[in-house]
């Protein structure tokens, strides 16, 4: 029996079911390759969902964990706090977008930070209504779960959601849906459902990550804006998935122009250690009660070293332009390989800066998905050395988070192991249907 298949056996018999998890049992990683405990190494454009944008095990960040586990690795902030807590809190003031006083609070998760970003908002408006859009994904906790723009699986099972929680669709025009057929349903939202004095927050992911890497259209997210300010809306912008130079900016957000009022961050922040931030206006940062917001583990130094680590070498290696130099080979590839004869199953490919999908459709005249497909293209991909993701509402969008630090031969291997993977399926799923 090979180690691969002992383990999942064990995970059968140990871990809950709920908890979902690909075949790949890690070993060691390094960069953008993983080896898997069979030996069998991979070139990986999972990235830990977008964290190990400085690829795994970055020689700086590594470096300064082990140099911080020298000194303590945990006090807890609000018994013992440390300077590093706070440099990193002035450095996250200063990063995110918009001219203005703004406070941070360090957390572990980007649930975490979506639920706190929540609070301050309810704190400081003295109201309780939150917009959220279809397909949103804002993490597993209970409100990050309302939030969700996708019933099956993240609140299928789980009882009543907290109230107040309205959904707008995502404009998405692939799908049908425009800039203004969106605005128009959050227009009506606001006279017929609930009046705009009731809703603390709006919270929107400027490139929806598990929804299918679609993308805000820098008008809407200013016309979001322009709603919030009229209506004293706090707009909340989650850059759990899009942040961290992975778009090619410091903040997705900043394609748009526009601030939001609090940003939620996290994945990429720590480079593989769990820590999440929110930061946002000072007043309304400062409106929760003392010892109202915070954890046991919140901002872990540990963790804190890592980001000020991977804000260091986003800054020395230029990762923003590499985000963007990675995606759009990517990109170009991408588009050249569906406008070949026999590849109309890639409907649509997206994206901004080194975040990329395509979406498989059975037609390019309905758009319909073929979830089938994507999975196929999935596991022949796996089977020749590459991990991608899956995502999107219709479960037919293959996205791909290549660490911004990844080579450009692996790049180039990569891309040609999703081309015979996309080959291979589709050859497969015809001789299925002969
Ligand atoms: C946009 C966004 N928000 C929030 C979360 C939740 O983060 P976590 O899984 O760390 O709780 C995620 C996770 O994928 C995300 O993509």
Redesign the pocket.
């Known amino acids: 029996m090979s180690a691969t298949q002992h383990l999942k056996n064990r995970r059968t018999s140990a871990i809950a079911k709920g908890v979902a998890s690909r075949g790949i049992y890690a070993a060691r990683a390094e960069n953008a390759e993983l080896w898997d405990v069979d030996g069998k190494r991979y070139i990986d454009f999972a990235a830990g ?2 964290v190990n944008n400085t690829g795994h095990r970055h020689p700086r960040v590594m470096a300064a964990v082990a140099q911080q586990s020298e000194a303590f690795t945990h006090t807890c902030f609000h018994v013992a706090p440390y300077e590093s807590y706070l440099a990193l809190a002035e450095r996250l003031n200063a990063a995110t977008p918009g001219d203005f006083a703004k406070k941070t609070m360090l957390i572990t ?6 639920e706190n970003a929540v609070k301050m908002a309810r704190a400081y408006t003295g109201r309780s209504g939150v917009i959220a859009f279809s397909g ?6 209970l409100m ?1 779960m309302a939030l969700c723009g996708k019933v099956n699986p993240y609140k299928k099972a789980f009882g009543a959601m907290p109230p107040e929680v309205l959904h707008v669709p995502f404009p998405n025009e692939f799908h049908g849906v425009t800039v203004r057929d969106s605005l128009a349903v959050l227009e009506n939202l606001l006279r017929s459902s609930i009046d705009p004095q009731r809703v603390a927050a709006m919270i929107i ?1 400027p490139v ?3 929804g299918g890497f679609n993308i805000a259209q820098p008008e809407f997210l200013r016309a979001l804006r322009a709603i919030c300010d009229e209506h004293g809306i706090v707009l909340i912008a ?5 942040g961290i130079a992975r778009t090619g900016k410091l903040f997705a957000f900043e394609h748009a122009g526009v601030a939001a009022d609090l940003v ?1 961050m ?2 990429g922040l720590a480079g593989g250690f769990p820590l ?1 931030a929110v930061t946002g206006r000072a007043e309304i940062a400062d409106a929760a009660p003392v010892g109202g917001i915070g954890g046991t583990y919140a901002g872990n130094p540990l963790a804190v070293a890592a980001a000020h680590a991977v804000l260091d070498v986003i800054a020395e290696e230029d990762l923003c332009a590499r985000a963007t130099e990675v995606g759009d080979a990517i990109k170009a590839r991408l588009i050249s390989l569906a406008a070949r004869q026999g590849m109309e199953a890639i409907g649509d490919v997206r994206g901004l800066g080194a975040m990329i999908a395509f979406e498989l459709v059975t037609d390019r005249q309905t758009n319909n998905p073929d979830p089938d497909l994507t999975q196929a293209i999935v596991a022949e991909a796996e089977a020749r050395g590459l991990i991608i993701l899956p995502c999107g509402t219709r479960a037919n969008t293959i996205r791909l988070l290549p660490p911004l630090t990844t080579p450009m031969p692996l790049v180039e291997e990569a891309l040609d192991i999703i081309e015979t993977s996309i080959e291979a399926a589709i050859n497969a799923a015809a001789v299925a249907a002969e």
């Open positions: 969902i977008a998760t980007g649930a975490e930070a979506v949103a994904f804002h993490g597993r906790t990050g992911e929806q990550g598990e989650d850059e759990v998935q899009a939620t996290a994945k999440s």
